[in-house]
């Protein structure tokens, strides 16, 4: 092969700029000085969050229909309005979970589509829906939810001198208007105590002896509670609406509404059929701290605000409240959201500093010099000053993405200056010259470097927003890092130059090896080190998992007592296990809740509430494991005789790329039995010789209750002018009542609840009468047919398929997550995308084909080297994996440039090839070095994780390993390759 043709290819704007910086120092320091202190500035004012602001549309469509089971609930209400949403263009997923009562699908929408545009046609598929439901079913509501699910905090509203329905009445008008007031806050929602009502309990009797029915009641009730719009008024100057109001504001008023439409001649009032009076919800949520019962308020941050700084601010509203004279009542923070990102960050922070610093020692190590070693550290905290103010001026804040890319940029920052460092000890007294000299280099190594990751953006789904402040960050940081390398390194190292070219021992050695051998015998070597890495390479076999959980210093346990159990004995069973897990050392404080409402949309969207569970949260001591601590309160748990699963809570990133299902791996199929089959039979493989009764408490929704089915005789229904609706709805009203609305003034209302009879026992259930349309009573007996069965408490449907959750926890091993096929083809393109973008960028950069090809070859063993580590590290490949081989990608690249563009220049001269690879190689062996090792120390804080706190630690370890084999690769295989290609030259 011919040489190819050599050309001075350095652009001659950059030698000027190189030119000016050098003769006006002063200048260059300045504006230096400048930025450290603009970036100190701007930094305090950035916003804080955890993951970057991701705009994905969720809303839940609530269908309530009191008294019909969940069995019921999936035909007749969750599958038609599944149907009709699923013609809503945009729509991601859809994910169904049918109770007892009531019906909540979940449709999420592709990020990027407008939420405003998103609403308006989820409410018009809802209008479309509803003319399918059955008669008498109320039309559905529409909820928004945030992307993360998890609260930004948690308040425990604990009485003092007064009893669990005022504390609730405290914290229903007080304070949560309170927290509405405060910036950033979306959904609020209140939890456990007793709520105070308004009771209207019908008499059969007296309904039958008026012949009125009770149907009429609830319409009049419904219709009397409410301000009823009636149209408006335009005036030239102003428009004013005109209100009905029908509303009552006392018990008193409500038992003197006058029913219309029975058999007497005079009218009737509400007080002539029914009692009134006050009293309490029945209980079915209860929130307790510390193993006593209090009032939980859980806030949600609005979509697209931080909800690390919502917390923060109902921290200090916690404080504010605490401080004034409140008696009844004690406000405490039982889970802080902000908590995990202030252990994220300030870790971030550390291995920063610590990287920062190794890095400094290592550059010590070479140069020996303090002054040019500082000059190469100086460029650390300069060139994150500038990222930082961009990202300012480009309006990104401060979350776990864009900070790591700045921490995985670390070891990224000092390269190029340490070849610029390196190239003016070997030319001191023309600086202009010996920057010049490796500008293109470093120029063509960050554009490289740079260039792998801008496919990250085209991630599949929500994946590429998430991503985004990522790629942005380390772009700028590269592009930050390539211009304070050619203009303030070399200003300071000039300022502050000595002698400095003194290698360690090691080094010189390697030096004088090259010297000696110049790639004559490297090709076997090389083909000697390709086999034994691509063998290691091929012999693992690392899962793909999209997400892995972190150690946020919570741990949640899911305790199921049995679906039938009493309110009372929840009480006491959520008063043992918090006394059991409170015992542990590692524990700071436990808050357990049970149960749900149906105007909670975080219950009705939640895959792992399930009837009869109760759920405490678990937050540690600082510094405890959670994994660790995990494992010891499962075995307590298990030696106490109590059934668990004990859990590590989903990362965020989990809960905005898999949303509720972020909590386990779904198993879908055409029924659920099947789908629990299919998902038990999995468990089977990936559990021999453990019991299926111990795995099956893995899956969810799997609890069963005890129910009491009412088979109507439609024909006898018929007769006494009934219809099954009716039939559902007396005997839900007299058995849990129904809210048939609200009384009393703003910030004093109160739900006035239907009752009928009195409250029937299961054996009295037969003979509660009902009253016909004549006005006879009939006993239920004769109307229905009254049968006990086990039922699903709860169905999930995903997709509209019926689905299983497999949960992983200390117990049943569970198979990783995957992503769709779809998303994994797409996150393939990404690679591929990226390898070919930098090929291109080598071939313009050397206008030639085979160094290009020479450099790609690098990769391979880049990549091996990189799952090595992994391996050994014991970590999972997840997609801070696959960025930490897209920033390996573009680090392989580097050496090879700087030393094929070395062996150009010198061919230039006129040596000779071997000459060629002799000087080459040992002028350009100690800058490699430097880079890799200060890439490897660098990084290393950040991949030593043992308590798998941070996302970005598995991208550390793969830099490192392939780093290192990249590096080998390169000083072994290039030389060899580069002699190979080109023919010696006569003399």
């Known amino acids: 092969m011919e040489d190819r043709p050599q050309s001075d290819r350095r652009p001659e704007s950059v030698n000027r700029l190189i030119s000016w910086t050098l003769s006006h120092p002063v200048a260059v320091l300045s504006t230096t000085a400048l930025i450290l202190i603009l970036a100190a500035l701007s930094i305090q004012d950035m916003p804080v969050s955890f993951m970057p602001e991701v705009d994905v549309p969720a809303f839940v469509v609530r269908t309530e229909f009191p008294g019909l089971p969940a069995a019921e609930i999936i035909d007749l209400l969750t599958i038609p309005v599944e149907r009709a949403l699923s013609g809503v263009s945009s729509v991601s997923s859809l994910i169904s979970t049918s109770r007892s009562g009531v019906s909540a699908v979940e449709v999420r929408f592709h990020p990027g589509t407008v939420r405003e545009h998103a609403l308006a046609d989820v409410r018009q598929s809802v209008d479309s829906a509803y003319r399918a439901l059955p008669d008498g079913v109320e039309r559905p509501s529409v909820l928004s939810i945030p992307v993360f699910r998890e609260p930004s905090a948690v308040i425990a509203v604990i009485p003092r001198s007064v009893d669990l329905a005022a504390a609730r009445d405290r914290a229903d008008r007080g304070i949560r208007s309170a927290l509405q007031q405060i910036d950033g806050t979306g959904t609020i929602v209140v939890r456990g105590g007793d709520r105070e009502e308004i009771h209207v309990r019908a008499d059969p009797a007296r309904l039958a002896a008026t012949g009125t029915a009770f149907g009429m009641i609830r319409k009049t009730l419904q219709s009397s509670v409410f301000e009823y719009s009636a149209g408006s008024i335009q005036t030239a100057e102003r428009e004013m609406r005109v209100l009905t109001d029908a509303s009552v504001d006392s018990s008193g008023a409500l038992g003197q509404l006058v029913l219309t439409g029975g058999l007497e001649a005079y009218p009737l009032v509400l007080g002539d059929v029914a009692d009134v009076a006050a009293g309490t919800a029945q209980r079915t949520v209860l929130f307790s701290y510390l193993g006593r019962e209090a009032v939980g308020i859980a806030v949600y941050a609005r979509p697209g605000r931080s909800p690390a700084q919502v917390a923060d601010r109902v921290r200090a509203f916690l404080t504010d409240y605490n401080r004034r004279d409140n008696r009844d009542v004690h406000l405490v923070l039982a889970f802080d959201g902000a908590e995990a990102l202030r252990t994220a960050l300030r870790d971030l922070l550390i291995a920063a500093v610590l990287g920062s610093f190794c890095a400094f020692c290592v550059i010590k190590l070479f140069v020996r010099s303090s002054g040019p070693a500082f000059a190469v550290f100086c460029s650390i905290p300069i060139t994150m000053a500038i990222a930082i103010l961009t990202m300012q001026q480009l309006g990104l804040g401060i979350n776990l993405m864009s900070l790591s890319g700045l921490a995985v940029a670390v070891g990224m920052i000092v390269d190029s200056s340490i070849v610029v460092a390196d190239s003016l000890d070997l030319n001191p007294e023309q600086p202009a010259a010996a920057v010049t000299e490796v500008a293109f280099a470093g120029l063509s190594g960050t554009a490289t470097t740079a260039v792998v990751f801008l496919p990250l953006v085209g991630l599949p789904g929500v994946l590429g927003d998430v991503y985004r402040d990522l790629v942005i960050s380390v772009v700028i940081t590269l592009i930050a890092s390539y211009a304070v390398s050619i203009i303030v390194v070399p200003t300071i190292w000039t300022a502050l130059k000595s002698s400095s070219r003194h290698s360690p021992s090691a080094v010189r050695w390697i030096e004088d090896m090259a010297v000696r051998t110049g790639g004559v015998s490297l090709l076997p070597a090389s083909f000697v080190f390709a086999c034994i890495t691509l063998s290691l390479s091929g012999a693992l076999s690392l899962p793909f998992a999209p997400t892995e959980s972190l150690d946020s210093g919570v741990i949640t346990v899911h305790t199921g007592i049995g679906a039938n159990s009493s309110f009372r004995v929840l009480q006491e069973r959520t008063r043992v296990i918090e006394n059991v897990l409170t015992a542990h050392d590692a524990v700071l404080d436990v808050n357990s809740t049970s149960g749900g409402e149906i105007d909670d949309p975080m219950f009705l969207v939640s895959i792992d509430h399930e009837p009869g569970e109760i759920r405490s949260t678990v937050r540690l001591q600082p510094g405890r494991s959670s994994f660790v601590v995990a494992k010891e309160l499962s075995d307590i748990l298990e030696q106490a005789a109590i059934p668990a699963r004990v859990l590590i809570p989903p990362s965020p990133l989990a809960h905005i790329v898999r949303g509720e299902l972020g909590r386990g791996e779904p198993v879908r199929a055409q029924s659920f039995a099947e789908a629990h089959a299919a998902a038990l039979r999995v468990l089977v493989e990936n559990n021999p010789g453990v019991p299926e009764t ?133 996150l393939s393109a990404v690679f591929a995308i990226s390898v070919a973008v930098l090929f291109l960028v080598l071939i313009l950069h050397f206008d030639a084909i085979f160094p290009a090809c020479a450099i790609l070859l690098m990769l391979p063993f880049s990549w091996a080297g990189a799952l090595l580590a992994l391996n050994i590290a014991g970590r999972t490949l997840t997609l801070e994996s696959a960025v930490g081989l897209l920033v390996l990608t573009g680090l392989t690249v580097n050496p090879g440039i700087i030393l094929i563009e070395t062996y150009d220049a010198l061919r230039k001269t006129g040596a000779g090839v071997t000459e060629t690879l002799q000087t080459g190689t040992a002028r350009r062996i100690r800058p490699v070095l430097m880079t890799g090792i200060t890439t490897i120390i660098a990084l290393f804080p950040l991949a030593v994780d043992p308590g798998l706190r941070s996302v970005q630690s598995n991208a550390a370890t793969v830099i490192i390993g392939g780093v290192l084999s990249g590096t080998i690769a390169t000083l072994v295989m290039i030389p060899a390759l580069y002699r190979w290609s080109v023919r010696e030259r006569p003399r």
Do not use: F, K, W
């Open 694 to 826: 111990g795995l099956a408490a893995a899956i969810v929704p799997a609890v069963r209750v005890e129910s009491v089915y009412l088979r109507p005789r439609m024909s006898v229904l018929h007769r006494y002018g009934l219809s099954s609706v009716d039939l559902t709805r007396l005997i839900y009203a007299g058995t849990t009542g129904l809210i048939a609305g609200r009384i009393g003034r703003p910030g004093n209302e109160r739900d006035v609840r239907l009752l009928y009879g009195g409250a029937p026992q299961l054996t009295a259930l037969s003979d509660l009468q009902i009253v016909g349309a004549a006005g006879e009573l009939v006993p239920l007996h004769i109307l229905a047919d009254i049968e006990h069965e086990e039922a699903p408490a709860t169905s999930l449907r995903i997709d509209q398929l019926d689905a299983v959750i497999m949960q992983a926890g200390h117990g049943p091993r569970v198979p990783d997550p995957v992503l769709p096929d779809r998303d994994m083809q797409r």
